[in-house]
């Protein structure tokens, strides 16, 4: 495997996959193990993933959860999710406006006047059209600051600090430009309109009505709760450094969560079907900045959530990566069928070279919201998930 630097931006890296003809979805029964077993083939240490279709569900996994011992991956393994955190974030606080105590479009300065940016708007935040500059290149900007940070505590106020102190990477509401600064400022306005963590309102609001009993924000925990897969990144010399244990502070609103296939399956038919928002209030988070512009027919982000073209049409989630886990939850959008993939080696690969991991993972998740193909359906576009960056 390629080593690659470390210190890029944890920015999108969203896959955006372009596929020749629309053609009626059909399930897919029994093709999850071995789409799995072709994603380790491929050189990844370990995969699990629950596919849904109604309600039937199927979970699978393969490889090892853990290469010096060789121990199994297993379906049902907590996994830190990364940036799907953004949906459950952006959830509570579209359940804020529905309770009329936040308004999208009013400056993000009506609630955090210590952090005020110039015509940035909270819908701004939870869509990354502010022009606020990340701060992961920051903390992140050498490979020795990954291990350096690993028992480090981050105040939320100083990660949105060091974010707004850089280069703006535009004018508010000009362009889509991916940035978690962004939900460190929703999550501070979040706990300033309630007066609860994050942790707690995202808890209380999706986590305990949802029965999600494997998910959880872990705060300042290093060691993930429960059964699951070492977090690898390739190092120099060939080794594998495992990243499982890690101060989550960093992340927080912006990509702290841990959660199973299983949850976050659950999660996002509740979003989908309308049990955590009205009609009018899911439509605004549905409501995309275009990947491709002039052209939102391929998808884009909406509010914590991202549309994405595959054979059968758009599909509705999220993809989270940190370091050493990743993770893809797609859906249909009327939550029908569903996958939710986890991995446990992230930054494998350097810019530009050949991801056969990424080519076998697409390939899985299109069969599974998608059905099999015909031989005519192609990629047009390359997926963007070869370009790990720390926080996704």
């Known amino acids: 495997m390629t080593r690659r630097t470390v210190h890029a931006a944890f920015g999108a ?25 072709a994603i380790t083939a491929a050189g990844m240490p370990g995969v699990f993933a629950q596919a849904a279709d109604g309600r039937r569900r ?26 799907i955190t953004k949906t459950f974030t952006a959830t509570v606080l579209l359940q804020l406006v529905g309770e009329g105590r936040l308004r999208l479009d009013a400056p993000i300065g009506r609630y955090l006047p210590d952090h005020a940016a110039a015509g940035v708007t909270v819908r701004m935040l939870l869509n990354h059209t502010s022009g606020i500059a990340d701060y992961d290149h920051v903390i992140f900007a050498t490979d020795a600051s990954l291990e350096e940070n690993r028992h480090r505590t981050f105040a939320p106020a100083e990660l949105a600090a060091i974010g707004l102190q850089q280069p703006r990477t535009g004018e508010p509401g000009a362009a889509w430009a991916y940035s978690n600064t962004n939900y460190v400022l929703a999550g501070m306005i979040l706990e300033r309109i309630t007066g609860r963590t994050v942790a707690h309102e995202i808890d209380k609001r999706i986590i305990r009505p949802l029965d999600l009993r494997h998910t959880y924000l872990p705060g300042t925990a290093i060691r993930i709760r429960g059964p699951h897969a070492a977090a690898y990144i390739p190092w120099y010399g060939g080794v594998l450094l495992d990243f499982a244990d890690y101060n989550m502070s960093w992340a927080w609103a912006a990509g702290e969560l841990v959660s199973t296939t299983g949850d976050l399956n659950t ?4 979003l ?24 939102p027919e391929y998808g884009g982000y909406g509010l914590g959530l991202y549309s994405n073209l595959l054979s059968c049409g758009l599909v ?3 993809d989270g990566l940190v370091l050493g886990h990743s993770a893809i939850s797609w859906h249909t959008a009327d939550g029908r069928r569903q996958v939710t993939v986890a991995q446990n080696m992230t930054h494998y690969v350097a810019p530009g070279q050949p991801d056969p991991i990424t080519d076998a993972t697409i390939a899985m998740l299109n069969t599974q919201l998608c059905g099999e193909q015909p031989a005519t359906a192609r990629a047009a576009v390359r997926p963007h998930l070869a370009d790990q960056a720390i926080l996704r």
């Open 13 to 37: 890296a969203v896959a955006l996959v372009l596929l020749a003809g629309a053609v009626p979805a059909q399930a897919a029964t029994g093709t999850l193990r071995p789409q799995l077993e």
């Open 58 to 83: 199927e979970s699978a996994a393969a490889g090892v959860a853990d290469v010096t011992t060789g121990a199994p991956t297993t379906p049902g393994m907590r996994h830190r999710v990364g940036s």
């Open 267 to 270: 999660f996002y038919r509740a």
């Open 272 to 295: 989908l079907t309308g049990r955590l928002l009205r009609p009018a209030l899911l439509a605004q988070m549905q409501t995309t900045v275009p990947w491709v512009p002039g052209a």
């Open 316 to 318: 509705w989630g999220h």
